[in-house]
C-alpha cells in the first residue's frame, strides 16, 4: 500500500526557515517523480516544486524559486521541503505527491499525503 | 497558463447529473487532469489525458474535451461526490497550473 506522511510544518516567523519531510513507503520511490503542492487557507491548490525519480532535477514554481529546495533520500525513501525567507503569502498546507507514472514523469499524481501545515506569522 | 474552472458553485441534488467546465488560456492538448477533495482529505485523482479515468473510479465519472475546453461529467450524483472538484493542466511543463475549483454542494 502507498504511504506519504509528511512532517516538519509548524508555526514560524517571517523570513524564518522550516524543513518539511515526507515519508514515502509501499512503492518504488527512485523510480517515481515527487511533487510539493500547496493549499492556502480555503483556497485552491498551487503546484510548488518537483523533482523527479532517478535523475533527481528539480523545478520549481516563480512564487518560490530562489528560496525554497526540493531534494530526496534514495536511502530512507524520503523527500524534503527546505523553505527559506519564508513570507505570510507561503502559509499553506504543504501535500507531498507521487507521479502516477513510473520512470518518465506523467506530471500529475495518484498519492498525495495528509498535508502538513505551515504557518508563517509574528 | 490560466486555467478557469466554471461555476464557482454547483448546486446538484442527488440521482441527478452534474456537468463541470474547465478552461485553459492556451491549448493543452489532452494534457489534462481532474482531482476531488473532500473537506479535511487530501486530492484524489481521478481523469488524466482529459478523459482516462484512474484506477477503481466509478463509471458514472467521465471526462471529456481537448484544446482549451475540458469537462468533468458526473452521472447520477451519490452523496460521496459532493467535494470540490479541480482540473490541472501538465502541458506547459517545466510549469503546472491547477484551475481554481468547482464545489458540488447539495
Known amino acids: 500500500e502507498v504511504q506519504l506522511l509528511e512532517s516538519g510544518g509548524g508555526l514560524v516567523q517571517p523570513g524564518g526557515s522550516l524543513r518539511l519531510s515526507c515519508a514515502a513507503s509501499g512503492f518504488t520511490f527512485s523510480k517515481f517523480a515527487m511533487t510539493w503542492v500547496r493549499q492556502a487557507p480555503g483556497k485552491g491548490l498551487e503546484w510548488v516544486s518537483t523533482?523527479?525519480?532517478?535523475?533527481?532535477?528539480?523545478y520549481y514554481a516563480d512564487s518560490v524559486k530562489g528560496r525554497f529546495s526540493v531534494s530526496r533520500d534514495y536511502s530512507r525513501n524520503t523527500l524534503f521541503l527546505q523553505m527559506d525567507s519564508l513570507r505570510a503569502d507561503d502559509t499553506a498546507v504543504y501535500y507531498c505527491a507521487k507521479d502516477l507514472q513510473y520512470s518518465a514523469a506523467a506530471y500529475f499524481f495518484d498519492y498525495w499525503g495528509q498535508g502538513t501545515l505551515v504557518t508563517v506569522s509574528s | 497558463i490560466v486555467m478557469t474552472q466554471s461555476p464557482a458553485t454547483l448546486s446538484v441534488s442527488p440521482g441527478e447529473r452534474a456537468a463541470l467546465s474547465c478552461r485553459a488560456s492556451?491549448?493543452?492538448?489532452?494534457?489534462l487532469a481532474w482531482y476531488q477533495q473532500k473537506p479535511g482529505q487530501s486530492p484524489r485523482l481521478l481523469i488524466y489525458g482529459a478523459s482516462t479515468r484512474a484506477a477503481g473510479l466509478p463509471a458514472r465519472f467521465s471526462g471529456s474535451g481537448s484544446g482549451t475546453e475540458f469537462t468533468l461529467t458526473i452521472t447520477s450524483l451519490q452523496s460521496e461526490d459532493f467535494a470540490v472538484y479541480y482540473c490541472q493542466e501538465y502541458n506547459n511543463w517545466p510549469s503546472l497550473t491547477f484551475g481554481g475549483g468547482t464545489k458540488v454542494e447539495i
Open positions: 492556451q491549448s493543452v492538448s489532452t494534457n
Open positions: 523533482i523527479t525519480g532517478s535523475s533527481g532535477h528539480t
